[in-house]
């Protein structure tokens, strides 16, 4: 993100803030590149009310580390359910 990209202010409600918080130290980003990854992967999504448009690498990228990080932790679990029998 460059310093010169346009900045915008806006209110969230408070525990939709720290679950943001929460997100950006899990994907190890800042509170700015975690907002700005959710909405593009929105837009990619379809979520503009058009058809989805093709899903560029960067996208792909967080969606891969996304199922990612869900797949280490399911592992993690089983893995522990299997320890403790």
Do not use: Y
């Amino acid at each position: 993100m460059a310093r010169d990209d346009p900045q915008i202010n806006l209110r969230i409600p408070s525990d939709l803030k720290d679950r943001l918080d929460r997100a950006s130290e899990k994907h190890k980003r800042s509170l700015t590149a975690e907002v700005v990854a959710r909405l593009e992967e929105t837009f990619a999504l379809g979520g503009d009310g058009t058809a989805a448009a093709p899903i560029d690498t960067k996208t792909m990228d967080l969606f891969a580390d996304n199922v990612a990080d869900r797949v280490v932790k399911a592992l993690d679990e089983r893995e522990k359910k299997r320890a403790k029998r």
